[in-house]
Nanobody
Framework: QVQLVESGGGLVQAGGSLRLSCAAS??????????MAWFRQAPGKEREFVVA????????YYADSVKGRFTISRDNGKNAVYLQMSNLKPEDTAVYYC????????????????WGLGTQVTVSS
């Protein structure tokens, strides 16, 4: 089992930046291969994929809508994954979720087994 807790959300003006964090527990990133990802869900819309990272951090995959503006990273020593968001736009407003799957591959779809409860990001125009 992997438990995930997101933090770092908030209200920011368009063009601003935020850094989200996802703290994992239950399995050590240093001992287990755990792929991670960020998803988001805006009001009235389906949950959408944002970015994924493989267990080592060597591979990443971004949705076109965030490419060049968002950066995912991980610190396996701290059991944490981060999402640096820059040049935020009002359409980035959503609840952001962290997800995990125990695998060595980069998972670019929705096939994750563990999910956090989310953190709200609101971008004002």
């Amino acid at each position: 089992q992997v438990q995930l807790v997101e933090s770092g959300g908030g209200l920011v003006q368009a063009g601003g930046s935020l850094r989200l964090s996802c703290a994992a527990s239950g399995r050590s990133f240093s001992r287990y291969a755990i792929a991670m990802a960020w998803f988001r869900q805006a009001p009235g819309k389906e949950r959408e994929f944002v970015v994924a990272i493989n267990w080592s951090g060597a591979e990443t995959y971004y949705a076109d809508s965030v490419k060049g503006r968002f950066t995912i990273s991980r610190d396996n020593g701290k059991n944490a994954v981060y999402l640096q968001m820059s040049n935020l736009k009002p359409e980035d407003t959503a609840v952001y979720y962290c997800a995990a799957r125990m695998t060595t591959i980069l998972v670019t779809g929705y096939e994750y087994d563990y999910w956090g409860l989310g953190t709200q990001v609101t971008v004002s125009s």
